[in-house]
């Protein structure tokens, strides 16, 4: 079981937007700002799409954005794409120095 | 561009050590802004980090893992390594090394987001 909750599957259709949600404590996602966000495509490396919660990294188009409230952190991809199907992934520094993921979700376009 | 390559056996077998390193490319390892970690998936499952290492020797483990695991420096070779004893099957994962950003607030330093990882290796372990 992951430390960081994650739907495990959302869809959307192409143009829609989505959102997917990260859950964690007080100890990680509530207490930094240290979120980040990675698309995972079969076979190959996660990509960082979002940093410190609502950052886009240079080259990550602006459909992509992070925030968060409380405890938990969301994703939204707007203007869903067919290259947008893929895994992604949360993680949060913690309190105790450690670095954690969410479980995945994996985002099918219809 | 920062390159970084998995090397290591791709088959252990139960009870065993498994032994991985990451040789880092295109820039230096002995830098103040970058912690080095490595991260492993199990096939068809999500992405677990193990333990980071700063070019220091500091280093910080996955707490369900700490007992096992050994992670160090070579910065002469700009390499890291890993070493994660008493192996099962149940840990045959692809293992990635990657690139973490290092911050200081307040004097406490921190992970921010990875931005470069290697392609990953498949380990088997064989019971």
């Known amino acids: 079981q992951s430390a960081l909750t994650q739907p495990a599957s959302v869809s959307g259709s192409p143009g829609q937007s989505i959102t997917i949600s990260c859950t964690g404590t007080?100890?990680?996602?509530?207490?930094?700002?240290?979120v980040s966000w990675y698309q995972q495509h079969p076979g190959k490396a996660p990509k960082l799409m979002i940093y410190?919660?609502?950052n886009r990294p240079s080259g990550v188009s602006n459909r992509f954005s992070g925030s968060k409230s409380g405890n938990t952190a969301s994703l939204t991809i707007s203007g869903l794409q067919a290259e947008d199907e893929a895994d992604y992934y949360c993680s949060s520094y913690t309190s105790n120095s450690t670095l954690e993921f969410g479980g995945g979700t994996k985002l099918t376009v219809l | 561009q920062l390159l970084l390559q998995e090397s290591g056996p791709g088959l252990v077998k139960a009870s065993e050590t498994l032994s991985l390193t990451c040789t880092v490319s295109?820039?230096?390892?002995?830098?103040?802004?970058?912690?080095w970690v490595w991260i492993r998936q199990p096939p068809g499952k999500g992405l677990e980090w193990i333990g980071t290492i700063y070019y220091t020797g500091s280093t910080y483990y996955n707490p369900s893992l700490k007992s096992r695991v050994t992670i160090s420096v070579d910065t002469s070779k700009n390499q890291f390594s890993l070493k994660l004893s008493s192996v099962t099957a149940a840990e045959t994962a692809v293992y990635s090394c990657?690139?973490?950003?290092?911050?200081?607030?307040?004097?406490?330093?921190?992970?921010?987001?990875?931005?470069?990882w290697g392609q990953g290796t498949l380990v088997t372990v064989s019971s």
């Open positions: 007080s100890s990680d996602v509530g207490d930094y700002n240290y």
């Open positions: 410190d919660v609502n």
């Open positions: 295109g820039g230096s390892i002995s830098t103040s802004d970058y912690y």
């Open positions: 990657a690139r973490v950003v290092r911050g200081v607030i307040m004097g406490r330093p921190i992970h921010h987001q990875i931005d470069y």
